[in-house]
């Protein structure tokens, strides 16, 4: 790392403030740059109050994204079911943009669920998320399913994407590790 360049770690969502945080971070975000209104954030509010009642942490996990101390991304593993895992609420805030979080966010869920035992991971994404979609493209995920829907106060194409977590030619790009860039 270059002294001028922020210190950039994942680290575990396992802080006070992280859940409020991530559902905060989310509404704002999605308001500013797609207009989505509050029915968004409400959902983020569901997943994070679903996964702090009782998540099982030998199969999910969560983590943060730092920039020199201050959270400016996250992702979420969840179960779907006994071989599905699920990846939720990817962000990474523009201050966080541009320092590959978002990859490093993508393949620490990736490492995760592959050590957890899963056979494969789905995500459900949107099609103005273009950024997101080109981290999960890159990594090997593929599209099984589009759906126009009108949620979140837009109408929007509904994608899902899902990784074979056995094949080992889709490896994650980036150290899982959690460690500095």
């Excluded at 971070?25 to 702090?52: K, Q, S």
């Excluded at 779907?80 to 978002?102: F, M, N, S, W, Y």
């Excluded at 981290?135 to 949620?151: A, C, D, K, T, W």
């Excluded at 194409?157 to 056995?166: A, C, P, R, V």
Aim: with cysteine; glycine share 10%.
């Amino acid at each position: 790392m270059k002294p001028d360049q922020p210190r950039a770690v994942i680290r575990p969502l396992d802080r006070p403030g992280d859940l409020g945080w991530v559902v905060m971070a989310h509404g704002e975000l999605y308001d500013a740059e797609f207009g989505w209104d509050t029915t968004f954030e409400a959902l983020v509010a569901r997943i994070v109050a679903d996964y702090a009642a009782g998540h099982d942490p030998v199969r999910e996990a969560a983590w943060i994204a730092e920039l020199d101390g201050a959270r400016v991304g996250c992702v979420f593993c969840v179960a779907e079911d006994g071989q599905t895992a699920k990846l939720r609420i990817l962000l990474v805030r523009p201050d966080g943009r541009g320092h590959g979080l978002g990859g490093r966010l993508v393949d620490t869920c990736v490492a995760f669920a592959r050590q957890a035992g899963y056979a494969r991971m789905r995500l459900w994404t949107n099609h103005p998320l273009v950024a997101a979609r080109d981290i999960y493209l890159q990594r090997g995920f593929v599209l099984i399913q589009e759906e126009p829907h009108r949620s979140f106060g837009v109408d929007l194409i509904g994608q899902t994407y899902q990784l074979d977590l056995s094949d080992p030619t889709t490896s994650t790009l980036a150290a899982p590790d959690g460690g500095t860039s």
